[in-house]
């Protein structure tokens, strides 16, 4: 079964939509739905051409505190050589439409919809667009931890089709995972993978732990459970939840239900 991705939708409504919406900001969690990332909701970035990007998560105290989120679109000949500024900051792209070229610790990648590439700190990296559509992607950012006695992670890339999907026990693959990281290599302080349901599947309780979230959904539709909150949500919608958000899903059907999936890992806790 072939993959599907979606950005966001730009441009600018009629004057005749109706202001009622699914967009929702409450302290446990927030929905941003893709009918919001329009024109007049972009950024921009120093050293970034031809570059906007909707800011999807950012740290705020008392709420999600540990990583940002930006759907980035890069027009024909834009791009960075000098993406990063913050020399703490360790990052993943993770591409949904276009081509670009990634040269990163001095080694070339060409990258389209559904490559994936992790950013250490510190590292050097630049991206360039090579065709004639923009390129867009995630791009995640965390500052990295440290631990005496561990190495620092290394640079990779990889495409989602080289990943096999991990089914969740009992669930005859109605739920299942791609780990772009061995969740046992404790050089990582975050992990950013694709979740997947096919149809009728769920998660058969009210998760409810520490890790932060940043959900984006890449395909299909669902129904899912924030807090004590029930909230329908559909491919190019984001979700973002902080930590011990209680949170479940039914996958809506008719086709796969699938969202990139940031968490945090694999750290003591700040006292």
């Known amino acids: 079964m072939s993959n599907t991705y979606i950005g966001a939708p730009g441009g600018l409504p009629p004057q005749t939509q ?27 970035l120093p050293h970034w051409q031809d570059t906007r990007l909707w800011v999807l998560a950012r740290p705020l105290s008392g709420f999600a505190e540990t ?7 890069v027009m024909p000949g834009g791009g960075s050589d000098q993406p990063e500024s913050d020399p703490r900051a360790q990052g993943v ?9 990634l040269v990163l610790a001095g080694q070339g990648h060409d990258l389209r919809p559904g490559s994936y590439a992790y950013l250490p700190a510190g590292c050097d990296w630049s991206l360039r667009v090579t065709g004639a559509a923009p390129l867009k992607f995630h791009w995640l950012r965390k500052a990295y931890q440290p631990v005496e006695g561990l190495e620092a992670p290394t640079a990779f890339v990889t495409h989602e089709d080289d990943i096999a999907p991990i089914s969740m026990p009992d669930t005859d693959g109605r739920w299942s995972t791609k780990r772009f990281v061995d969740p046992s290599d404790l050089r990582h302080d975050m992990h950013v993978n694709i979740v997947a349901f096919e149809p009728g599947g769920v998660i058969p309780f009210a998760e409810t732990h520490v890790m932060e979230h940043g959900l984006f959904v890449l395909e299909g539709k669902a129904v899912y459970r924030l807090n004590d909150d029930w909230v329908e949500v559909e491919a190019g919608d984001f979700m973002w939840l902080r930590a011990f958000c209680p949170q479940a899903c039914y996958a809506g059907g008719p086709g796969r239900f699938r969202y990139l999936l940031y968490k945090d890992v694999n750290r003591h806790m700040p006292l």
């Not at 919406?21 to 009918?35: L, M, N």
């Not at 792209?93 to 070229?101: K, L, R, S, Y």
């Open 18 to 44: 109706l202001l009622t919406d699914r967009a929702v900001f409450k302290t446990a969690y927030a929905v941003i739905p893709r009918g919001t990332m329009r024109d007049i909701t972009t950024s921009f």
């Open 67 to 73: 990583f940002s989120q930006y759907l980035m679109e």
């Open 93 to 101: 792209i993770f591409v949904t439409e276009g081509t670009g070229h």
